[in-house]
């Protein structure tokens, strides 16, 4: 993937844990009730977008969620809680170095589409090599949660780096999330860290919105030929065993990627396409979930069409 994004630093030889090892090291900090969470100020929701496995696509999908919802009417917000490898400068096409509110010293969000963001890319420059180790990146995610301006939102979409570290548990533990959206391929391997993704979740009491497979479905962009070349149905097969919602799929598709990378979230630039129906079917289920339709009107997410895709067991 040319994107120039950094690379993300081995980690640390000592004092740390490999994602997925050991024990998880907070819950003693957690017996002890520390340390409190802390709502983000103006926001009613926030909502975070993780998987086990890097590269799955979670933040085309929490990009183009967040504009999906934006498109409801909703005050959206998109945080990059990827500190390494931050990718929302790129697919939200911004950049530039965030100002200071006057009185109080926080920072406030670069806006485009509608919809306000905040990264450590717009902070350290997308191609700077970040070499913070622990407490240095933990700093900054601090500062991340607690110091922007994000004056009033509906929803905070937070991007959240692969993988069930110190930065999950962190948020998990730091802010109040209305639930996680975990995206996955459809391949045993992400599969298997999507499950430790969910019992990491779990395990701090965050609820789980439901699984979105990416990828499952090829779509060719010369012939509109269809494919499952991963194989197909892992994902609703394992939202089943781990009783959580399966919130839809998203097709491998040349026009997503080539979109995304020039800062062009397919749910703005191809409000008319099958990728933004995707999307769009994806985003209803986790609104009617944040804001549950009342008498007035129900919602018609189930009919919205998805990619066609055998139903599998
Ligand atoms: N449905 C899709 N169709 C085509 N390309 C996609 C799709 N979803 C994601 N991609 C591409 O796959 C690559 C990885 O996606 P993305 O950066 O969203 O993954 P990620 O899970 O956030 O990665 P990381 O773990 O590094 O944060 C990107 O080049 C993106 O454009
Ligand atoms: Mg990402
Ligand atoms: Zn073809």
Excluded at 39 to 60: E, L, M, N, Q, Y
Excluded at 80 to 95: E, H, T, V, Y
Excluded at 107 to 131: H, I, Q, R, Y
Excluded at 161 to 172: A, K, N, R, Y
Aim: proline share 9%; with cysteine.
């Amino acid at each position: 993937m040319a994107r120039g994004i950094p690379k993300k630093p081995p980690p640390p030889s000592s004092g740390a844990r490999a994602p997925g090892t050991g024990p998880a090291p907070t819950m003693p900090r957690m017996q002890r009730g520390l340390p409190q969470k802390m709502p983000i100020r103006g926001v009613k929701h926030v909502i975070a977008v993780a998987s086990g496995k890097g590269g799955v696509g979670k933040s085309t999908t929490a990009v183009n969620l967040a504009m999906a919802i934006a498109g409801m009417n909703k005050r959206v917000g998109i945080l990059d809680a990827d500190i390494f490898g931050p990718s929302i400068p790129r697919l939200m096409n911004l950049s530039g170095e965030p100002e200071l509110t006057g009185t109080e010293d926080r920072l406030v969000p670069l806006t485009n589409f509608g919809v306000k963001c905040m990264s450590m890319g717009f902070l350290v420059g997308e191609d700077a090599p970040v070499v913070w180790r622990g407490l240095m990146v933990m700093k900054a995610l601090q500062q991340l949660l607690h110091q922007v301006d994000w004056g009033d939102l509906d929803l905070l979409v937070i991007d959240m780096p692969p993988g069930t570290g110190d930065t999950q548990l962190t948020i998990s533990q730091q802010i109040p999330l209305s639930g996680v959206v975990i995206v996955s391929t459809p391949q045993d391997i992400a599969l298997i860290d999507a499950r430790k993704g969910v019992n990491m979740f779990k395990k701090v009491n965050v609820p789980i919105l439901g699984i979105v497979q990416n990828m499952s479905l090829h779509i060719c962009s010369n012939c509109n030929h269809e494919s499952h070349i991963f194989g197909d149905g892992g994902a609703e097969r394992t939202a089943k065993e781990m009783d959580m919602d399966f919130l839809g799929d998203v097709a491998l598709h040349a026009e997503i990627c080539q979109l995304s990378d020039k800062g062009q979230p397919v749910v703005v630039a191809r409000p008319e396409s099958k990728h933004t129906q995707y999307y769009k079917a994806i985003a209803s289920k986790i609104a009617d979930k944040l804001w549950p339709p009342s008498s007035a009107t129900t919602t018609t997410t189930t009919t919205i069409s998805t990619p066609s895709s055998p139903s599998s067991s």
